[in-house]
Each structure stands twice: as C-alpha cells, then as structure tokens.
C-alpha cells in the first residue's frame, strides 16, 4: 500500500510548475545542509518535500499533544515524589544518568513536557507513535528549518506563492524561551550547549543556525561547547547567560571522556539547563505500556486517544498480558510470533538495542526475548507495517531522476505546545525497519502541509 492512495495521508504532490530545476535543487539542499550530519552528500537527493493534506498534518499535531500530555500525566500519578517516580521507571540516577535535577520540583514538572519529539510510523489504519524523544538534546530542528527554507526558496512562481504552508522549529523554540525568560524574569540570553561531535560535524554549523536566529529574535545568544563553558563561568561565581538549551546527552560526553563538572559550575552560578532533568522520565518507553496497558486513571477518552495512536506496548516481564482480547503467557507470544513484535530498550535513543523480531533469526530473537525478561530493562512493542510514499529523488546534479516508494518515520516537533514542522527520515533504497541517520545513514526531509 502506497501513502499516495492510503485514506490518512490525503497525499497531494505539490505543483511543480514553477519548482527550480533537479540539479538546482541537488545543489541547494547539499548547500543548506552543509556539515550539519546528513548524507546529502553522498545519498541520493529528496527533490520534494513529503506532502499531506492540512488536516493530515494537523492531525499529527493534535495526536502527539494529547499523548504528551498523558505522558506527563502518568509521570505525575506514578509516585508523588521524585524518588517514587525515578524508582517506578526503574532508573537509578547516577553521575552519568539523571545528573542535573534541581532542587525545584515544581519547576521540574511544569517544564518536564516543554519539547517533544515523537517519531510515527503511518500504518495501515493511519499514524501509529511508536516513542517519545523528550529533552532539548533530539535531532531534528536544524534539519526541519534548513530543508523548509530550501524548499519555500525552490518552489513557489515569480509572486512567491508557494504552495505548502512551513512551520519554523527555530520560530517555535524561540516563542519557547520568550514565555520563559519572561515567567522566570531572566534577561533574555540563551546558550545552546552542544558538541559537534554528537552531530557528525566538523564545525558547529549545526547549532550556529539556531544562535543566529535568537540573536534576530532579540536574544543574546551563543554557541557553547565543552571546551567553551568553563570560560564562561567567572572566578566570582557569575554567568553570562541565565538560560541554557541542554542540546546533549550526558552519557555521550562522559562515553568520549568530555568532563560535567563546567555544566555543574554553570549551575551552581545560576544557569537554568532547559528542559530540566524530569524531561527525559517522560521519554522512557515504560509509558507508552502503562497507557497501551490502561492505567486507573485514564478516563474512557484517554483510553479511545491511545487505542487509535498507539501500537500495542508491554514492559517485558513474566507472567500473562492481555493480546486481542484474550489472556495469553508473555514469553509464549514472543516466541510464537516473532514477525509481530520489536523489542526496545525502556530507555534509549538512536535505535541502540532495538531488536526487530521480523529481521532477526529466531535463536537471536529468543535470546533477546530471554535478556529482556530478566533484565527488567525493555518494552515489546507490535510491529507497524509502514505504508508507503513514492518519492522523487537524483542521485547527483545531471543524473536521472527517479522515484522510490520508501517507508518514512514522521516526528512532528513540538517547543512549548506549538508546532515546529514535521521531521521525516527514511532509506532511499525503501528499505524500512529500524531508522537511524547517524549509525543507518538514512535520508532525512520535511512533511509539509498544503495550502489548500
């Protein structure tokens, strides 16, 4: 089944009447997106947005709203305390894990759901979320502001109208840290503490994008990497900016040996990290099986949102679950349909861990399935077959172009509640399963909306 003729989408191919010629456009993607991670430069090329009707589009939108917010809900019934809540994920906070929590609870839970984004896979009855990424440190915004401002520059006739509307991460992210700044009474300067590294870049032209964009907006506003931050901080104690975009992860700065003490100096002297340390409890998978499962609280509208939303999600553990209706032994499902399930990692990002049952030889999946269920660590998860979209690309300027029917996972962003685009990532050879840009070298775009 192709999204061109699926019942959700409402696909519309955008006019090309006036689009800038193929090898333009090769040209102007491998540009925009220069060293910021992708593999424009040696993947075949995208040579138009992913498009869908505007209620398509909204949909997405008001689906991952709904679910973010009973993510944050389920955090909050879990335990009144912090350490109830950490103890009912199953995280243990260390040095490594968990290191920036403040002393402000309050605070840690009003901003714990301020930037989201959830990755989606379009099944055969319509979108399914299969996880949350919730922080500052996911992927996503640079690539979604370069590839819309390609595009509204590539299409559209000599009036400019284009004929896709284009939500801006970068606008939305700031409108963000306005209401911050102005409910916390901080002047308005912003650093997006990051390292290329994380980004696969030999610059810090991923960020610097951002930056500038603040700076536009009024802020003062800075690229900061670990090299960077002890400077920053003055022998008396006092920082220069009051606000900081946590666009990491610790555990891969302490992995590569990058120190967190200056983090914690930038702390200590006042630097609020945002989105505070609770953020990434909304991210572990163990949710979505709380709220697939049924929780006491969840009212018969919650529970119709996650039916229609979620796929069937379960925390591994032994013992009985209940499959289409009917009691049945966790370990025997698994075993017994293998091609139905994926196994992810209750915390984990970057498709490290995940074990998909249909692309894994059964001794290595009930090996998968054996680890899981004595770790404690994981969630299974039904597989969503994904529909697809007959995508038009060129493997180079002055080559043919072509098209591909590929399977892509959809992550609408979201900064304070607004909508910051649509973020797409897909193999261009159609292959599907498990996506990764960094370790997989899949191709990366943007859904756009149509105007009418």
Known sequence: MELGTHPWPGVRPFPTTHRSSADDICRSLRHELRDCGTWL????????????????????????????????RAVLEAAPTRQGRLAAVGVRPTAQ?????????????????????????IGPDGPRFVEFNVSGAFGGPTETHGFGQAWTRLYGGPERTLPFTVDDPFAARADLFEDVCAELGLPRAVALVGNRVDRRGETTRYFDGEAAYLRERGFDAEVLEPRDLPQKVSRTGNVRFPLALRYFSPGDWVSRGEP??????????????????????????????????GAPWMSDGDRRLVHRYLPWTRVIQEGKVRWR??????????????ESFVL??????????????????????????????GAHDAIVQ?????????????????????????????????????????????????????????????????VLAAAT
Not at 47 to 68: G, H
Not at 109 to 121: E, G, Y
Not at 417 to 425: I, P
Request: proline share 9%; hydrophobic share 45%; charged share 20%.
């Open 41 to 72: 430069h040696t993947q075949p090329v995208p040579l138009e947005p992913f498009a869908v009707s505007r209620s398509a589009y909204d949909e997405l939108f008001t689906a991952a709203r709904e679910l973010l917010n009973l993510l944050r």
């Open 344 to 373: 992810k990692p209750a915390v984990g990002m970057v498709g490290h861990g995940v074990v998909l049952g249909r692309s894994c030889p059964r001794p290595q999946w009930e090996a998968a399935v054996t680890r899981a269920l």
């Open 260 to 293: 967190l003490a200056p983090v914690h100096a930038m702390i200590a002297a006042g630097c609020i990290l945002y989105p505070p340390e609770s953020s990434y409890l909304l991210a572990n998978k163990r949710l979505l099986a709380w709220l697939s499962e």
């Open 325 to 338: 209706g009917d009691p049945v032994d966790l370990r025997q499902l698994l075993t017994a349909h293998r």
């Open 382 to 446: 039904e597989y969503v077959e994904p529909v697809r979209y007959q995508l038009e690309m060129i493997r180079d300027p002055g080559t043919q172009p072509y098209r591909v029917a590929v399977a892509p996972v959809l992550s609408p962003l979201l900064f304070g509640g607004r909508a910051g685009g649509v973020y797409a990532r897909y193999y261009p050879d159609g292959r599907s399963g498990v996506i990764g840009v960094a370790q997989g070298g899949a191709m990366e775009n943007v």
């Open 97 to 121: 894990t968990f290191p920036f929590f403040v002393d402000d609870d309050a605070f840690e839970l009003r901003h714990c759901d301020a930037m989201a984004r959830p990755d989606v896979v």
